[in-house]
């Protein structure tokens, strides 16, 4: 499973980035004092950590075993309560009707194979009245030098292994305010869209393109999947990124929505 492979590098790099993300979705969400709620695809546990440690009790659900192995191990070393972590599935929770006053699923549901199912779980697991949130990226174009790196890698595989090889243009979906809006809509009422922004920042475009090959699935899977028709394609897209960024230090501005919507009666 590609979220096995890089559940370490997740852990290590992409957690702490993460965490403003969800801080802001548990203050979106406002559940009451010490109530339980859920965190699904919890990855290596960002958001449930978060919500344990303001005094929430959260059942934490992802399909990758090693991510849920990596969030029990957390909890045990550094002692944090009220956390149940287990492997599910976000089309089909293992978690009871109506039971949670808060619902969360950040940069997870996005990528569900049939994210209406997966919505339309949040609401069935949250009690009336109840808020779920859950985070999605912004267009690639809002971050130039993303932009300019999956332009160049896609260039690349294309001239490497033919028309067609390249990652697909298709652009990532609940990309849009509409789309969130019109997606969540379906299940839940009073729907929100609202932005948020991180800065992440490298020593290089070199140590940037490192953290990439080892905590983005897509990135990862190339890698292992071409071996040593890696190389050249890798340095295409550092090049790319490169031109953008220059040479020095790095700053990414992350561009996220955090789309909230109510469970209605």
Known sequence: ???????????????????HFAREALRLAAPPPGARVADVACGPG?????????????DAVDFSTEMVDR???RLRSEFIPRVTARVGDGHALPLADRAYSGAFSMFGLMFFADRARGFAELRRI???????????????????????????LRDALQGTLGQGSGPEDREMPLTTPE??????????????????????????VEALWASMERSMAPIVLMRRGLGERWAPLARAARAAMAGVLGNGPVKLTMNAWLTVGVAGA
Do not use: K, N
């Open 1 to 19: 499973m590609p979220w096995d492979l890089i559940a370490g590098a997740y852990e290590a790099e992409v957690l702490p980035q993460f965490e």
């Open 126 to 152: 949250l009690a009336p009245g109840a808020r779920a949130v859950i985070s999605s990226w912004q267009p690639l174009e809002t971050i130039p030098a993303m932009a300019a790196m999956f332009g160049a």
């Open 179 to 204: 789309a969130c809006r019109v997606e969540m809509g379906r299940s839940f009422v009073d729907v929100e869209v609202h932005p948020a922004s991180i800065v992440v920042a490298h020593a290089s």
């Open 46 to 58: 960002t958001l449930a950590l978060h919500a344990a440690r303001a005094g929430f009790a959260v």
């Open 71 to 73: 969030l029990e191990r």
